[in-house]
């Protein structure tokens, strides 16, 4: 029922830039944390970047000054604009949503992926 729809990924050079977008419900998107992780072969899944649905912003070390994430809250959308891409961005990237608890009796946390998108970065 909860589908995460993402889209931007591709080729580019390094030193390019690239935008993704994670497009969500507006029931999930709303409460929800949002995210990008990523995940190269022959290594674990990694968070890239998280926004919360105030707006707070959290970035992996390796991706600082470079990503930035945001939210359009109109669009139920979260984007990742990854700018001076490097060879070693290259990855699948997935979008991410966690919901917190909705109510007394249900204090489960659910999180919810997309499919990914593949992001290449290459000469």
């Known amino acids: 029922q909860e589908q995460l729809v993402e889209s931007g990924g591709g080729l580019v050079q390094p030193g390019g830039s690239l935008r993704l977008s994670c497009e969500a419900s507006?029931?999930?998107?709303?409460?929800?944390?949002m995210g990008w992780y990523r995940q190269a072969p022959g290594k674990e899944r990694e968070l890239v970047a998280t926004?919360?649905?105030?707006?707070?912003?959290n970035y992996a070390d390796s991706v600082k000054g470079r990503f930035t994430i945001s939210r359009d809250n109109a669009k139920n959308t979260v984007f990742l604009q990854m700018n001076s891409l490097l060879s070693e961005d290259t990855a699948i990237y997935y979008c991410?949503?966690?919901?917190?608890?909705?109510?007394?009796?249900?204090?489960?946390?659910?999180?919810?992926w997309g499919k990914g998108t593949l992001v290449t970065v290459s000469s």
């Open positions: 507006r029931r999930l998107f709303r409460i929800s944390t």
């Open positions: 926004i919360s649905s105030s707006g707070t912003t």
């Open positions: 991410n949503a966690e919901r917190p608890p909705v109510t007394i009796e249900d204090q489960r946390i659910m999180t919810y």
